[in-house]
């Protein structure tokens, strides 16, 4: 996968969810694609944050609660949902 994601997301504004030293905000210009990485169940090793952060990633955190996957995911879109819906 290391391999795939510049290829398939070269220009993506890449965010790790990480319930520890995390941004608070999620950047975004230009219409760029944001692409969101949750980790499993059990979250993510040290070592899986430090290969996605040596592609790009920005780690992102929701606080300090570790949430289900399903329920991570939902909260991330929401999370994008409210800081870049203009409606």
Same mark, same amino acid.
């Given at each position: $996968?290391? !391999?795939? $994601?510049? /290829?398939?997301?070269? %220009? #993506? =504004?890449?965010?790790?969810?990480?319930? &520890?030293?995390? =941004?608070?905000?999620?950047?975004? #210009? %230009? =219409?760029? *694609?944001?692409?969101? /990485?949750?980790?499993?169940?059990?979250?993510? *090793?040290?070592?899986?944050?430090?290969?996605? !952060? !040596?592609?790009?990633?920005?780690? &992102?955190?929701?606080? #300090?609660?570790?949430?289900? @996957?399903? @329920? /991570? @995911? $939902? /909260?991330?879109?929401?999370?994008?949902?409210?800081?870049?819906?203009?409606?």
């Amino acid at each position: $996968v290391k !391999e795939e $994601v510049d /290829a398939l997301w070269p %220009n #993506s =504004n890449r965010v790790v969810a990480h319930p &520890y030293h995390g =941004n608070q905000t999620i950047k975004q #210009s %230009n =219409n760029q *694609t944001i692409l969101l /990485a949750v980790g499993p169940e059990g979250g993510w *090793t040290d070592e899986e944050v430090t290969l996605l !952060e !040596e592609h790009g990633f920005a780690r &992102y955190s929701l606080g #300090s609660r570790i949430l289900r @996957t399903d @329920t /991570a @995911t $939902v /909260a991330l879109l929401a999370q994008l949902m409210k800081e870049f819906d203009k409606c």
